[in-house]
C-alpha cells in the first residue's frame, strides 16, 4: 500500500528514500509533470499520507503539484525537498507545504520529520491514525556534518508535533547522538518562565531600537484599558528627552513629567497636574524640551510610578528606545513588560540581546508580552522565524496599516478612530492580555468612536 510519496527528478534522492522508507514509498518520476500535476496525481495507487515533492521542481511544478494533491487526497501533509535559498520564503508563502526539507539531510533527520508530520496529521484529525510503524530503523543512518532541516512551516504543525519529537528522542535509546544534534527550530536561548498570577499594574512598553511601536502601542492600550476602567488609567511618557505621546493625543497639557515628577506624593497635588483626555485617562507628558529631561531623576521616576500604582489601576509607561537608566527603572518598578518590535533581523535581535541583559540583571516583569508590530506577508520572515531569533513566543501580531498614522495625525487613538481596521483590532489582542474582560462592546466603541 503506498503511504508516501515522492515526486522527483533526482535518481539519487529517490534512491536514499526508497531505501529509508521501502515498499510503503511510491516515486512518480517529475517528467510526468510535463503533462500536467493531474497526470501525476493520475499515476498516483492508493491513499498517500505524505507527499514529498522534489528536489530540483520548479516554482510552478511543485505549487500545481500540491494543489492538485491536496485536492484529490484532503489532508494529505505535503513536504518540499528542497535546498536553503533566499527565495524559499516566497515558496512558502505561495502554498500550503507543512515542511520544507534539504535534501542533504541527514536520514535521522528525515525520519524524524516524516514520523513527526505523519502523527501530528492523525493527531489534529486531518488523516485517520493507523498506528503503522513505516520506517525501518536498521536502515537509519546518524546524522552527519551536513545535515540540515531546512525548516517547519506550518506553525500549527510546527507548535504542535514538537512534544511529539521530544519523547522520540527520550525513548530512543538507539541513537544517543541525536538528542545532541542540533536543531535550527530550536532557539538556543529561551526567556525564561514567568511567575504566575501577578496583578497587572505597572505596564512598560519597551523596545531596544526607535520607531517599532511603543508610543503607538502604549496609547491604545491606555484607551483599551480605560473603556473598562474609566478615569482609572494614566498614561505616563517616559521617553524624558523626545516623548511625543502629547502630540500623538492632540493635548496641550500645562505640566509635564518634570513637573509630576517633583510634586511629591499628595494625592490631591498630583492628580492636579495631570493632564485629562476624552477617552477617560489621564496623561503625563514627557518634558516639553530635550534638556528638562535631566530634572527626571530615576529616584524621583521611580517613586511616582509607585505611587501612581496606588492612585490608578493601570499605569502605562511608554519608554526611550533601548534600556536607558529611566527605561531600566520603569521596568524594576513594572508588573508588565510590553515589548514591541518589527520584522527585521536587526530588531529582532536586538529585542533578545534586551532580554538577554534584563535576565542578567534581574529586571525583566513577571508578566511580559511580546508585540510583533507592521507585520506583512512576503517580507521574507515568518512568525516562527521571528521567535527563533528572540528565544521566545510572539503573543500579538499587529499588522502594517495606514490607519495608525492617520489616527496619529488626527491625534485620536487608533482602536477609536478606525474600529474596524485590522490593526486595530490586533491592537486590541494586547488589552485583552492585560485585562481578558476588556472585549469592545458596541456601547463602549460607539461612546468613544469618531471616525
Ligand atoms: N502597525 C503599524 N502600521 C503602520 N504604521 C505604524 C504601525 N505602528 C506604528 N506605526 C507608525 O510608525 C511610527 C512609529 O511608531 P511609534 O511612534 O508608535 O513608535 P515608537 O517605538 O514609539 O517610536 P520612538 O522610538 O520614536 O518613540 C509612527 O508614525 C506610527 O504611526
Ligand atoms: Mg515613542
Same mark, same amino acid.
Given at each position: 500500500?503506498? =503511504?508516501?510519496?515522492?515526486? $522527483?527528478? +533526482?535518481?539519487?534522492?529517490?534512491?536514499?528514500?526508497? =531505501?529509508?522508507?521501502?515498499?510503503?514509498?511510491?516515486?512518480?518520476?517529475?517528467?510526468?509533470?510535463?503533462?500536467?500535476?493531474?497526470?501525476?496525481?493520475?499515476?498516483?495507487? %492508493?491513499?498517500?499520507?505524505?507527499?514529498?515533492?522534489? *528536489?530540483?521542481?520548479?516554482?510552478?511544478?511543485?505549487?500545481?503539484?500540491?494543489?492538485?494533491? +491536496?485536492?484529490?487526497?484532503?489532508?494529505?501533509?505535503?513536504?518540499?525537498?528542497?535546498?536553503?535559498? +533566499?527565495?524559499?520564503?516566497?515558496?512558502?508563502? #505561495?502554498?500550503?507545504?507543512?515542511? @520544507?526539507?534539504?535534501?542533504?539531510?541527514?536520514? $535521522?533527520?528525515?525520519? #524524524?520529520?516524516?514520523?513527526?508530520?505523519? +502523527?501530528?496529521?492523525?493527531? $489534529?484529525?486531518?488523516?485517520?491514525?493507523?498506528?503503522?510503524?513505516?520506517?525501518?530503523?536498521?536502515? @537509519?543512518?546518524?546524522?552527519? #556534518?551536513?545535515?540540515?532541516?531546512?525548516?517547519?512551516?506550518?506553525?500549527?504543525?510546527?507548535?504542535?508535533?514538537? *512534544?511529539?519529537?521530544?519523547?522520540?528522542?527520550?525513548?530512543?535509546?538507539?541513537? *544517543?547522538?541525536?538528542?545532541?544534534?542540533?536543531?535550527?527550530?530550536?532557539?538556543?536561548?529561551?526567556?525564561?518562565?514567568?511567575?504566575?498570577?501577578?496583578?497587572?499594574?505597572?505596564?512598560?512598553?519597551?523596545?531596544?531600537?526607535?520607531?517599532?511601536?511603543?508610543?503607538?502601542?502604549?496609547?491604545?492600550?491606555?484607551? #483599551?484599558?480605560?473603556?473598562?476602567?474609566?478615569?482609572?488609567?494614566?498614561?505616563?511618557?517616559?521617553?524624558?528627552?523626545?516623548?511625543?505621546?502629547? /502630540?500623538?493625543?492632540?493635548?496641550?497639557? !500645562?505640566?509635564?513629567?518634570?513637573?509630576?515628577?517633583?510634586? %511629591?506624593?499628595?494625592?490631591?497635588?498630583?492628580?492636579?497636574?495631570?493632564?485629562?483626555?476624552?477617552?477617560?485617562?489621564?496623561?503625563?507628558?514627557?518634558?516639553?524640551?530635550?534638556?528638562?529631561?535631566? !530634572?527626571?531623576?530615576?529616584?524621583?521616576?521611580?517613586?511616582?510610578?509607585?505611587?501612581?500604582?496606588?492612585?490608578? &489601576?493601570?499605569?502605562?509607561?511608554?519608554?526611550?528606545?533601548?534600556? %536607558?537608566?529611566?527605561?531600566?527603572?520603569?521596568?524594576?518598578?513594572?508588573?508588565?513588560?510590553?515589548?514591541?518590535?518589527?520584522?527585521?533581523?536587526? $530588531?529582532?535581535?536586538?529585542?533578545?540581546?534586551?532580554?538577554?541583559?534584563?535576565?542578567?540583571? /534581574?529586571?525583566?516583569?513577571?508578566? =511580559?508580552?511580546?508585540?510583533?508590530?507592521?507585520?506583512?506577508? /512576503?517580507?521574507?520572515?515568518?512568525?516562527?522565524?521571528?521567535?527563533?531569533?528572540? %528565544?521566545?513566543?510572539?503573543?500579538?501580531?499587529?499588522?502594517?496599516?495606514?490607519?495608525?498614522?492617520?489616527?496619529? /495625525?488626527?491625534?485620536?487613538?487608533?482602536?477609536? !478612530?478606525?474600529?474596524?481596521?485590522?490593526?486595530?483590532?490586533?491592537?486590541?489582542? @494586547? @488589552?485583552? &492580555?492585560?485585562?481578558?474582560?476588556?472585549?469592545?462592546?458596541?456601547?463602549?466603541? !460607539?461612546?468613544?468612536?469618531?471616525?
Amino acid at each position: 500500500m503506498t =503511504r508516501f510519496l515522492l515526486v $522527483s527528478r +533526482s535518481a539519487e534522492y529517490e534512491s536514499r528514500l526508497r =531505501r529509508l522508507i521501502r515498499a510503503r514509498l511510491q516515486i512518480v518520476p517529475a517528467e510526468y509533470v510535463t503533462f500536467g500535476a493531474e497526470a501525476v496525481v493520475d499515476k498516483v495507487v %492508493g491513499q498517500p499520507r505524505i507527499a514529498l515533492l522534489g *528536489p530540483l521542481l520548479s516554482f510552478e511544478e511543485t505549487k500545481a503539484l500540491s494543489e492538485s494533491l +491536496s485536492a484529490r487526497y484532503p489532508g494529505i501533509g505535503l513536504i518540499v525537498v528542497r535546498e536553503q535559498r +533566499s527565495d524559499l520564503e516566497d515558496w512558502v508563502d #505561495g502554498m500550503e507545504i507543512h515542511a @520544507v526539507l534539504s535534501p542533504d539531510a541527514a536520514d $535521522s533527520t528525515n525520519e #524524524g520529520l516524516i514520523t513527526r508530520l505523519d +502523527s501530528w496529521l492523525a493527531v $489534529s484529525g486531518r488523516l485517520p491514525d493507523d498506528g503503522e510503524e513505516f520506517i525501518d530503523e536498521s536502515e @537509519v543512518e546518524e546524522a552527519e #556534518g551536513d545535515d540540515v532541516l531546512v525548516a517547519l512551516l506550518n506553525p500549527q504543525f510546527e507548535r504542535e508535533s514538537r *512534544p511529539a519529537l521530544e519523547e522520540t528522542d527520550l525513548d530512543d535509546e538507539s541513537e *544517543p547522538e541525536a538528542e545532541s544534534e542540533p536543531d535550527p527550530a530550536e532557539p538556543e536561548w529561551i526567556l525564561p518562565p514567568i511567575a504566575e498570577n501577578v496583578r497587572s499594574e505597572v505596564i512598560v512598553v519597551a523596545a531596544p531600537k526607535g520607531g517599532q511601536g511603543k508610543t503607538t502601542t502604549a496609547i491604545n492600550l491606555a484607551a #483599551g484599558l480605560a473603556e473598562v476602567e474609566p478615569n482609572s488609567v494614566v498614561l505616563v511618557d517616559a521617553d524624558v528627552q523626545f516623548g511625543d505621546i502629547a /502630540n500623538a493625543l492632540d493635548l496641550e497639557p !500645562h505640566y509635564s513629567l518634570t513637573d509630576v515628577a517633583q510634586a %511629591g506624593t499628595d494625592e490631591v497635588a498630583l492628580k492636579a497636574l495631570l493632564a485629562h483626555h476624552d477617552d477617560d485617562f489621564f496623561v503625563i507628558a514627557a518634558p516639553p524640551s530635550p534638556e528638562l529631561a535631566d !530634572h527626571v531623576t530615576t529616584a524621583s521616576l521611580g517613586a511616582l510610578l509607585d505611587r501612581l500604582a496606588t492612585m490608578f &489601576r493601570y499605569v502605562i509607561v511608554d519608554t526611550t528606545p533601548g534600556l %536607558g537608566e529611566h527605561t531600566l527603572t520603569a521596568l524594576e518598578h513594572a508588573t508588565d513588560g510590553v515589548f514591541v518590535t518589527n520584522m527585521t533581523v536587526p $530588531s529582532l535581535r536586538a529585542l533578545r540581546k534586551e532580554f538577554e541583559l534584563l535576565v542578567a540583571l /534581574n529586571l525583566v516583569p513577571n508578566n =511580559r508580552h511580546i508585540v510583533l508590530n507592521f507585520v506583512e506577508k /512576503n517580507n521574507g520572515l515568518l512568525r516562527k522565524d521571528a521567535e527563533t531569533i528572540i %528565544g521566545a513566543q510572539i503573543d500579538v501580531e499587529v499588522p502594517r496599516s495606514t490607519a495608525v498614522v492617520l489616527a496619529s /495625525n488626527d491625534g485620536v487613538p487608533l482602536i477609536h !478612530h478606525d474600529v474596524r481596521d485590522p490593526a486595530a483590532k490586533a491592537i486590541r489582542g @494586547v @488589552v485583552l &492580555r492585560i485585562d481578558p474582560t476588556a472585549v469592545p462592546t458596541r456601547k463602549r466603541i !460607539h461612546r468613544k468612536a469618531r471616525a
